[in-house]
């Protein structure tokens, strides 16, 4: 292997769990989104590969972030994001984000608990929905709630990747304390069906990440892009429906994402709901005087 292609997958962002760059973003800057997305896509290969040495994982990060930096002939993917945020006037600090919590994935297995993994997230997840909302033009005030509803995303599929990430990687980010708390060691993912105990200790990681998404919940609302908004909404709806079903199902033996039929009924349902709401501002705003006295 001798360049981040070599590790490639083959999965591209059509095949991720929820929306990336879809029709509802402004086309004009869906090329920027792809160029971010391809860059993340081709660090995340390199870390999940299977049969390379850490050794040589990280060096493949480290020409990634060289291609990113304007190092001539480091990475194809870092040189093309490179000049998409120049051409946008962007930092590549989101990138570099990313870049950190790759190189954890190669070098750190375990998470001690909920503190840790949030830690994790706030590199491996948060920087993707910074750099949305920085392209968009759209106000830092906002990243708080991005970040909760990012990190929930990356939980979500933390709990639903858990048995594959054990069993092919030896990557568990399930908290090692909250296995602890009912009686389980990592080998536990190994099973076939789920253990009850280990049922609850997942029910349980997604109640705390409802609660992440309780608090990303006016998150769409307060993006003043329309269409963004609308994406936003989509992929809170997504996440809410998962976030349920990983408190009802198995894991390691049943299907936790969503048909493709059940996610376009999800995802209509998020976006209409912050169309409604966004109209009805709109209409409260054109009449001033509905309520008010005539004076």
Not at 27 to 40: K, N
Not at 141 to 149: C, M, R
Request: hydrophobic share 45%.
């Amino acid at each position: 292997m001798t360049g981040a292609a070599d590790f490639a997958s083959g999965k591209g962002h059509r095949d991720e769990n929820f929306p990336v760059a879809s029709r509802l973003v402004r086309a004009e800057l869906r090329p920027t989104i792809l160029a971010f997305y391809r860059f993340a896509r081709a660090a995340d290969d390199v870390a999940d590969n299977e049969t390379a040495e850490p050794a040589h994982k990280l060096a493949q990060l480290d020409c990634l972030e060289a291609g990113l930096r304007g190092e001539a002939d480091a990475s194809p993917e870092g040189e093309v994001l490179r000049l998409a945020l120049q051409r946008r006037g962007l930092t590549d600090r989101h990138a570099l984000d990313l870049l950190e919590a790759f190189r954890r994935d190669v070098t750190k297995r375990r998470y001690a608990d909920w503190a840790e993994l949030m830690d994790y997230c706030r590199y491996s997840a948060a920087p993707v929905g910074r750099f949305v909302l920085d392209l968009h033009g759209e106000s830092s005030a906002l990243w708080p709630l991005n970040d909760a509803l990012c990190t929930a995303l990356q939980v979500i599929n933390h709990l639903q990747d858990c048995a594959k990430d054990y069993r092919g990687l030896d990557r568990v980010y399930i908290p090692l304390d909250a296995l602890a708390a009912h009686g389980l060691g990592v080998e536990a993912l190994a099973a076939p069906q789920a253990l009850p105990a280990l049922r609850q200790t997942i029910a349980e990681l997604a109640e705390r990440t409802a609660a992440l998404l309780e608090q990303s919940r006016p998150f769409a609302d307060r993006i003043v892009d329309r269409r963004l908004a609308l994406e936003v909404g989509v992929i809170q709806a997504l996440a809410e429906s998962l976030t349920r079903r990983l408190g009802q199902r198995d894991p390691l033996s049943q299907r936790v994402h969503h048909h493709p039929v059940e996610a376009a009924a999800v995802a209509l349902r998020g976006a209409l709901g912050v169309a409604m709401r966004r109209t009805g501002r709109l209409l409260g705003a054109k009449q001033p005087g509905l309520h008010g006295s005539r004076g």
